[in-house]
């Protein structure tokens, strides 16, 4: 018999995602009351940050890196200077690869230690037993994050702390370049509606506003295909911005409005081997799309420019 899964009307992600404009904003208010009190330089990046202008502005205040190169070897065999130009142009650098060893390694740590589902510290699960979990929590999971528990996972602070990311950062964002992300997280395939699905920050183009300037670097960690719920890039929207997309409230917008406007030809899906990895902008559209056959293992290491929000490092977006 199929389990009925129903979304809680208190269920704030989906809230956030899917109701009107004025819901959408004051379910957040909290979150945004917490990061202004944690940091108080964070409302005129908010206000701001959006904007073209507010951007530019802020990009001249970014000092120039050292020229050295890493003192340490790094797992990747390509070039700052390659990413970089690539990530002026596009928003997006696509030629990472993790060296066997570190994606199996991930992989595995991952299996073993359960996750929370739905950002939600209360549903805690191991990914093998994701179908048993929607069953004792009676509702659609998509999401499972380790948070700080990728933290004790060796292969994944080796690619945290890999020489070339932050290189590849100080040259983009400015040698004030600093890590604010590290987080590890399953999408799942699961049986709830689209409007349930778009709670995971799945299934809608959006462009994030946690800092000035940021870049994130992406690892699928296992195989990843039309059917793992890929991630996909606009390219281009980085930079090129229509007034609609800037002077918003919002950060999501719907997929016929953003690729009708920056082409659909530009949006690059990520699929890709155990391992393959890229960098972005995610000032430029972005989104995860909804796993249909089997679930997608990620993980990001995120670099900007202003001190990092302790709640958000392991990718705790809303406050409940
Ligand atoms: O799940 C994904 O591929 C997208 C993640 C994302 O949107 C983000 O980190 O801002």
Redo the contacts with the bound molecule.
């Keep these: 018999m199929m389990h009925k899964l129903e979304t809680r009307p208190q269920d704030l992600d989906s809230i956030a995602r899917n109701g009107s404009t004025l819901r959408r904003m004051a379910v957040r208010i909290p979150t945004y009351l917490a990061d202004l009190r944690e940091n108080p330089a964070w409302l005129p990046m908010f206000v701001l940050a959006r904007t073209m202008p507010g951007r530019n502005l802020h990009w001249l205040t970014a000092r120039k890196p050292k020229t050295s190169a890493p003192a340490q070897p790094s797992m990747f065999p390509v070039t700052t200077q390659a990413a970089v130009t690539a990530l002026k142009d596009d928003g997006i650098f696509t030629n990472l690869q993790l060296p066997k060893a570190v994606h199996e390694e991930i992989h595995a740590h991952a299996l073993a230690t359960p996750c929370f589902g739905n950002f939600d510290r209360k549903l805690e699960f191991k990914a093998s037993e994701h179908a048993e979990a929607e069953k004792k929590y009676g509702r659609p999971i998509l999401s499972g994050h380790l948070f700080e528990r990728i933290l004790t996972c060796e292969a994944a602070m080796q690619v945290q702390k890999d020489p070339l990311l932050i290189d590849i950062a100080k040259h983009y964002l400015g040698a004030e370049a600093k890590l604010i992300t590290t987080r590890v997280w399953w999408?799942f395939p699961t049986s709830a509606t689209e409007k349930d699905q778009s709670m995971a920050?799945?299934g809608k183009f959006?462009f994030?506003l946690d800092d000035w300037r940021m870049l994130?670097f992406?690892f699928n960690i296992n195989d990843v295909n039309e059917g793992t719920g890929p991630?996909v890039f606009v390219r281009g929207s980085h930079r090129r911005r229509s007034l609609k997309h800037q002077y918003t409230l919002l950060v999501g917008h719907p997929a016929e409005d953003v690729l009708g406007y920056y082409g659909a030809d530009s949006a690059l899906t990520l699929t890709g081997p155990a391992g393959s990895g890229f960098v972005e902008d995610?000032f430029g559209f972005?989104?995860?799309t909804v796993p249909t056959q089997t679930p997608r293992l990620?993980m990001?290491v995120g670099f900007g420019v202003s001190t990092p929000s302790k709640r958000r490092f392991h990718g705790e977006p809303i406050l409940r």
Aim: proline share 7%; net charge negative.
């Design positions: 999408s920050s799945l959006h994030d994130k992406f991630h995610p972005h989104m995860g990620m990001e």
